[in-house]
């Protein structure tokens, strides 16, 4: 199966999904190289990148679950595929 590479950004407004968030990337994380959290104290969110090596379907799957818990907003990002 063909896979992607992309990066995940998550901003966290509502800390009470952060449970909801760990679950989603631990049930994805055979796809994860990696993540980092950056919280923001000033503004009270915190700011997740997810780096992911993964098939599409499984990366807008991801994607939209985690779009769609209270307090989280997503954005994907793709590499320019060379021709």
């Given at each position: 199966m063909e896979t992607r590479v992309a990066l995940i950004?998550?901003?966290v407004s509502d800390f009470d999904a952060v449970e909801q968030v760990n679950r989603l990337l631990h049930e994805y994380g055979e796809y994860?190289?990696?993540r980092m959290g950056i919280p923001y104290k000033k503004d009270n969110i915190s700011l997740i990148s997810i780096a992911i090596d993964a098939p599409e379907d499984s990366i807008n799957a991801l994607t939209g679950?985690?779009?769609s818990?209270?307090?989280?907003?997503?954005?994907t990002v793709y590499p320019?595929?060379?021709k």
């Open positions: 950004a998550v901003a994860i190289i990696g679950k985690l779009g818990i209270p307090g989280i907003s997503t954005k320019i595929k060379n």
